[in-house]
């Protein structure tokens, strides 16, 4: 089969664990692009965040963020989905954790109640950072999505277990990574927005190749009609896709290896 597109994750994925992009891979993904191939980025962060790694790489595409609650192609908003707003509302004045820190994207905004160490590592390039706020004193409500940030794995997954039990059947909830675990619209993933864009570009499903590390890219890597799986992946996502190809890990270019080795 001849793939007509690849589709990407961004943290643990494309980029190094310096969350940057090696001019190796830079390199590559342009002679892909430059075969015809289109490229997506599919990531957690922030549609303004991902489209700095966008420019990055000089791709002239659709951006799927926010793990499929926004899709954007250039400045144009293509389709976008939020959690209810009472929801949002229990969510934030639920009583966790002091160690665990709660975090909204609400428009153009990342909003957090307190300063996050840990995560200045992720944003120290595009210049797109959260603003601290008094979550009792928002206008509305409104959220592409809720994260919840620990550097303790084991606080987040008893957060995620009160949340399923309280909310069961009416959220889509994953790690990204061990340190955050992402809330979302049920039925709303990185894989449901693919199914979307690709209409947009007559391809099907089958003819894209997909890359991931975390838990919120399970059904974009199952929809694809190829899904690698990083070396550097998250056990459990390894552990619910067994017969999913593992390749080696985002320090050893490995998303570019295999892309060269597979249109070049």
């Known amino acids: 089969m001849r793939y007509k597109a690849v589709i990407s994750d961004l943290d643990g994925t494309l980029l190094n664990s310096n969350h940057r992009i090696s001019n190796y891979t830079k390199g590559v993904i342009q002679k892909v692009v430059e075969k015809g191939i289109k490229f997506f980025i599919a990531t957690g962060r922030h549609h303004m965040d991902a489209a700095h790694i966008k420019k990055q790489l000089e791709l002239d595409t659709t951006l799927i963020s926010s793990n499929g609650s926004r899709v954007h192609h250039g400045e144009e908003e293509i389709f976008?989905?939020?959690l209810e707003e009472e929801i949002v509302k229990e969510l934030l004045r639920m009583d966790i954790d002091e160690d665990i820190y709660k975090n909204i994207y609400q428009g153009d905004q990342w909003f957090a109640e307190r300063e996050m160490n840990w995560i200045k590592q992720f944003n120290n390039e595009s210049g797109f950072f959260y603003k601290l706020v008094d979550f009792k004193s928002l206008?509305?409500?409104n959220a592409a999505k809720i994260f919840f940030i620990c550097e303790q794995h084991e606080k987040l997954i008893k957060v995620k277990e009160k949340i399923e039990k309280n909310y069961e059947g009416?959220?889509?909830i994953a790690f990204s990574l061990p340190q955050c675990l992402e809330i979302m619209p049920q039925g709303v993933s990185k894989g449901h927005a693919l199914k979307n864009v690709l209409k947009k570009y007559d391809i099907q499903l089958e003819e894209v190749v997909a890359f991931g590390d975390g838990l919120n890219d399970l059904e974009m890597l199952t929809a694809a009609?190829?899904?690698?799986?990083?070396?550097?992946?998250?056990?459990k996502l390894k552990e619910v896709l067994p017969d999913h190809e593992i390749i080696g890990t985002n320090d050893e270019d490995a998303v570019a290896n295999y892309l060269e080795k597979l249109f070049l």
């Open 80 to 82: 976008a989905y939020d």
């Open 139 to 141: 206008k509305n409500y």
């Open 170 to 172: 009416q959220l889509n």
């Open 225 to 235: 009609g190829k899904g690698l799986v990083m070396g550097n992946a998250h056990d």
